[in-house]
């Protein structure tokens, strides 16, 4: 059983950045893939950002690339992501989420095998 806990989020205005992490506890972190999900009022909950478990690969939904970068240290048992050129529409809930011995280049929730509570972020206009 892996447990996922997220920071770092918060209140930005336009054209900020953040940076979450996910510390993970709880099982043998470089097994699983990793990503980053959102889900922002009334929507439902969308993928943002994948990490292979070496880190090797990356994969991102079109409206971040360029923006946000996924990464990890597999020491630390963390993932992270690097937000930047924050806009309004960023405004969600981000959860992680773990992939057993997954690609790195999955964005389906089923696909994902454990979750966070999520952390908010909130970008003012």
């Known amino acids: 059983q892996v447990q996922l806990v997220e920071s770092g989020g918060g209140l930005v205005q336009t054209g900020g950045s953040l940076r979450l992490s996910c510390s993970a506890s709880?099982?043998?972190?470089?097994?699983?893939?990793m990503g980053w999900f959102r889900q922002a009022p009334g929507k439902e909950r969308e993928f943002v950002a994948a990490?292979?478990?070496?880190?090797?690969?990356?994969y991102y939904q079109d409206s971040v690339k360029g923006r946000f970068t996924i990464s990890r240290d597999n020491a630390k048992g963390t993932v992270y992501l690097q937000m930047s050129s924050l806009k309004p529409e960023d405004t969600a809930v981000y959860y992680c989420?773990?992939?057993?011995?997954?690609?790195?280049?999955?964005?389906?929730?089923?696909?994902?095998?454990?979750w966070g509570q999520g952390t908010q972020v909130t970008v003012s206009s």
């Open positions: 989420a773990a992939d057993w011995r997954g690609s790195g280049r999955r964005g389906k929730i089923y696909d994902y095998d454990y």
């Open positions: 709880g099982g043998t972190f470089s097994n699983y893939a």
């Open positions: 990490i292979s478990w070496t880190g090797d690969n990356t």
